[in-house]
C-alpha cells in the first residue's frame, strides 16, 4: 500500500516546487518525522501544519516519509484526538480543493499515533521503522525527532534516542528542541551538556521562532542589501534609539505551571527579543549564509553589551495574574507570585559604533494591542517652525513589522524621508496601495513599504530549514549560552522584586509608560498601586509612602524611588526652615552606595535647593587620599557636590590626609575637623545628619565593640573598622545625637534581615551601635524601603 501511496504522490506533486538543496534533498529516501508530544498545544496550532506543509513541497524531491505522534497515553486513547488534529490542517491558497484533500488523505494515511514513554517504546519504534523499511524496499533518508515537551524531559529522551532509537547506515538523525534551554546560565549550561552526551551538535536543531518570521529573518539581508544607504548612518551619529517591542493582548491563562516559573523575561527577551536585537546591532556579515561568521559577530555584540542590573529594567504583572495563580497552582488566597507579567529593558552596546544608542526592549500579557516590531529611530537635526506635514520635518524610521497591530501583514517599512530601500527579489515585493493607516506615527503613505510575495508561517518556514540542513537559523551552544550570560544577572537581580501591577487592557493608561535616564530605565508615572495583600496585609489601601514607628522612632517607608523622594523632600524643608530662621543649613552626609540615589534625586530634580546657604559635612570618611575612588568624599563630589551651585567654601571634607600621611592620631585631624565644626556649626548641632546602617549594624563609622562609641566627648575620632579600608574617621554619637533631625536611610532587600533583627534588639550600642542614634532633643525619623522592610 505504501509504495502506491508514494506514486501517487509523486504524480500528484510533480508541479511542486522542490525548494533548495539540501541534506535531504541531497540522499532521497525514507524520513520518519517524530513529534514527541504530537498531541500537544504547539503541535497542534503549528508543528502538523508545518510537516504537512513540508510533506507536500518535498515528495516530488524523491523522499517518502512516515509521521509519528508521539506522547506519554496509550495509544487507544490518543489516536482519535491526534486525527482531529490532522485533519484541521489546510493548503495553500493555489492547491485546489479536490487535490488539497486528496493531500489530506495521504498524509492522514501516513501517519499514526505511538506512545513513546520507556526505552522499550522506543526499541519498538525503531523496530517499526526498520520492518517497514525492509517491507517497502525502501533506503532510510533520516529521521527528525521534533521534542515538543517540557524541557526537563529533553535529556531522557535524547538519551533514549540515542540508545535505541538512531538510524544506521549513514542516514541523519536531526532533533529538535524548542525553548525553555534552561531557565538561567547554569541550568542551560547543565542541559546542553547532558544533551552533548546523546547527540552531536550538528544533530541538534534550538528552535527560536521568531527567526522563522519573514521578517526577522529579512533583517540581515535588508541591511546588505541597502548597505549603501544604511553604512554611513547605522551609528550613534544618527540613531537616537532602537525598540524592540512584543505587545500581547492575551493572559497566560492555561499556562501559568510554566509561566509562574520563567515570566516574560525568559519566555520572550532572552530569545526572540534577543534574537532580534542581534539581527539589528551585528556587523553584516559577508556571507550571510555562513553561520559560522554570523555567530562569531553575535558573540561580538554579545560581549560588548553593557551588563544588565535592576535599573535598567522595570517589570510590571497585570492584576488578575495572582488569582490565575492561585488557581492553576492550587495556592490558597495569600499566595503572591512575583513572576512578571510585562517588562522592559533599556540594553547599551559598549561598542564605538553604537556608544550611548539606547536599546528599548518591552513585552507585556495583557496590554491594550497584539503587535511586533523593531523600530530604528533616526535623530532629527531639523526644526520645522511651520509646515510639519513637509517631509523632511516627520520622524526618520525604519520599521521591521513582524505582524499583527494596525497594518496586520509582516514588512518593512522605511521613512519617506530616509531613502528608497532595495527590495530581496523573488520574496518581497514594495506595496504602494495603503490601507488608511499609521504605524508608529506616520501614515503609511510616508513610508516605502516592503512585504513578502508569499507569506509563510514561521514554524513551517523553520521545519523546511530543518528538513534541508540549513542550520543558520538556528540556536547554537555558544549563542545561547552568551545570551543567558547576559540575562542570568538581571533575572537574579529582580528575583524579590515586586512588580508593578496593571489592570490590563486600554485601562493600563499611562501606567507602564517608560522614562529613560542616561543608562536607567523607570516607570513614567510614580504612583505605584500596590494592592494591600501585595503587601503582606500591613496596609489598607493603595498607596506610595507609609508612615509608622520602627524602635519607638517615627518611620517612613516606600518602594525605593518614592522613598527616596520623600526624604529629599523633607531634606529640602529642613534646609528651607534653616535658611529662613538661621540664614544657614547645616547638613551632615554618610558615605556608602546607599546615599547614591539620594544624591542623584538631589542633584536632578531640588534645583531651588538652597545649596548657596548650605554647609555639608561629612559623618564620615575612609583613611585614604581624598582623590581615591574609595573616598566617602570623592563618592559625594562625584554625585552631588560637581552638579550643584554650592560654594566650594561651604563644604567641609574630613582631613584625613595631613603632612603627607593618612590618619595618625598625632597629626590631629579629627580634632581640627572638631573645631572648625565648633567655629561655624552653631552650638555643634548639625541641622540634618543622613546616616546608613551596615549589615552589622554600624552606623557612620562606628563599629560593633568599637571603643569610640562611649566617648561622647569627642565630637570627631579615629576609628577601625573591620573591613578594609579599616582605618576611618568618624562623628561620634555626641555629635549625631545633638543634631535637630537625623535620618536613617536602609534600603534594600539584602538589609530586610538586619531590619528584623533591630525591630526586636534592646538598645546595645555595643553590638548594636545604631541603637546608640538618639537624637537628644532632635527628631529620629527611619526612612526604610518595602525590599528592606518586608523582603
Ligand atoms: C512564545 C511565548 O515563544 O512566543 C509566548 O512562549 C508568546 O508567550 C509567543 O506569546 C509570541 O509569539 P508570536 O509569534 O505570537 O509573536
Redesign the pocket.
Known sequence: MFVTVFLLLVALCSQMGNGDGGEGAQRPGHVSVIIVGGTGDLAKKYLWQGFFELYVNRVSGGNTFSFYGGGLSPAEKATPVLFEILKAVSCSKDVSPERCALLKEQFLRLSQYRQLKTQEDYQDLAKHIKKQLQEEGMTEAGRLFYLSVPAFTYADIAEKINSSCRSANGAWLKVVLE?PFGHDFRSAQVLASQLGSSLKDEEMYRI???LG?QVVSNILPFRIKNRKFLDPIWNKHHIERVEIV?K?T?D?KG?IP??DQ?G?IR??MQ??MTEVMMMLTIKPPMNVSSREEVLQNKLQIFSSLLPLGKNQAVIGQYRAYKTEVQQELNKTKDHVSLTPTFAAVLAHIDEARYEGVPILLISG?MLDE?V?YARVLFKSDIFCLQNHNSVHCKPKQIVFY???GSLKDPAILVSKNLFKPAVTENEWKEVTEHPDVSVLGLPISDYYVQTPIEQRE?YAELISHIFAGRKNNFISTENLLASWALWTPLLSSLASSFPRIYPGGADNGGLLDILLKGKDISYNSRAVIISPDQMGGSSTNGFQVMQGKFRSADMVSAWAEELVERLAADMQEAAEAAVREEGVFHLALSGGSTPLALFHRLSQHHFSFPWRRTHVWMVDERCVPLTELESNFRSLHDHLLQHVRIPYYNIHPMPVQLNQRLCVEEDGGALMYERELGKSVNDTSFHFVMLGVGYDGHTASLFPGGKANELNESLVVLTESPVKPHQRMSLTFGAINRARRVALLVMGKGKHELITQLSRVKDNPDKWPITAVKPVKGRLVWYIDYDALIG
Open positions: 525553548k527560536d521562532h521568531y518570521k512584543l500581547e492575551l497566560v499556562r510554566f509561566y520563567y516574560v519566555d520572550v530569545n526572540h500579557k497584539r511586533g513582524f505582524g499583527h514561521a
